[in-house]
C-alpha cells in the first residue's frame, strides 16, 4: 500500500500493519470463543484479557489515523478494500 504523499507512506505502512495485526487478534479470540465457556470464571477473566487487548489496538489504531489527513484516510479504505475486498478496522475518516 502506498500513500498519496510520500510524507506519510510510513504512518500509512503503520496503519496497515496495525489493522493486520487487529484483524489477526479477532480471529484468534474468535478461535478461543469456539472452545471456551464465557460463562465461566475463566471465561469472564479471558474476555477481559481479550477487551484490553482489542481496545489498546483499537486506540493505536486511531492515533496512527489522527496524523494522516482525511484523504490519505480515504485513498487508504480505497487501496485495503481493493486488496482484502472489505473496509478496514482502521476507519480514520468520518464522513
Known sequence: MQALHE???KRFQQLYNLDRRYSDLL????????????HSANGA???ER????????????????????TRECQHFDRQ???IHGHTSYAVCYHV
Open 50 to 69: 481479550h477487551e484490553r487487548a482489542e481496545s489498546k489496538l483499537v486506540d493505536r489504531m486511531n492515533d496512527f489515523a489522527e496524523q494522516l489527513p
Open 27 to 38: 480471529e484468534t479470540h474468535q478461535r478461543v470463543w469456539d472452545t471456551e465457556d464465557e
Open 7 to 9: 510524507k506519510y507512506t
Open 80 to 82: 485495503y478494500k481493493a
Open 45 to 47: 477473566r479471558l474476555r
